[in-house]
């Protein structure tokens, strides 16, 4: 026997847990109420109370987003920029939430990274070019990566 259908106001409740779980961005949030069969008209009057009511908000996802990413992933700003961007979030966000991370503290992450990065290398410039690399596709900036490389 198939599963019955939710009601909007079900669909809204299982959204709001969703939502109060973990940080969602608007895209996440729109995709997520597409897997529902629901009325598109249901949909957009629970994505406005969504945001209406601050269980959706952009500037707060990118800032835990760029802190959990920098922390815990230890990604550069290149690529959580991306990232950020195809999540549909704003260029101005995207700069501010990068903006409120300390400098200083970006750079020992990635001081942190090349230092615990074990290369195979026959050279020390081979093994200098492998490290860059490596911080590079986390996301860091190759002229950053590099002033880094040179001072450790």
Same mark, same amino acid.
């Given at each position: ?10 669909? $809204? ?10 940080? %969602? ?7 997520? $109420? ?8 249901? %949909? ?15 500037? %707060? ?6 802190? *959990?990413?920098?922390?815990?992933? *230890? ?10 961007? &195809?999540?549909?979030? *704003? ?15 970006? =750079? &020992?992450? $990635? ?18 070019? =492998? ?12 002229? $950053? ?8």
């Amino acid at each position: 026997m198939p599963a019955k259908p939710l009601t909007p106001d079900q669909v $809204l409740d299982k959204m709001a847990k969703y939502c109060a779980y973990q940080e %969602r961005c608007v895209k996440d949030v729109t995709d997520k $109420l597409k897997t529902y069969d629901i009325p598109q008209k249901a %949909r957009e009057e629970i994505l406005h109370y969504l945001i209406d009511n601050r269980f959706v908000d952009n500037e %707060r996802f990118a800032k835990c987003f760029v802190r *959990g990413k920098i922390n815990q992933n *230890g990604w550069g700003q290149n690529k959580i920029r991306f990232h950020l961007m &195809q999540k549909g979030i *704003g260029k101005e966000i995207i700069e501010e939430a990068l903006q409120q991370f300390d400098s200083d503290l970006y =750079r &020992q992450k $990635l001081e942190q990274i090349l230092k615990n990065k074990k290369v195979k290398a026959e050279t020390p410039f081979e093994a200098k070019r =492998r490290l860059a690399a490596y911080a590079i596709q986390k996301g860091f900036e190759p002229a $950053l990566v590099w002033e880094v490389l040179k001072e450790i």
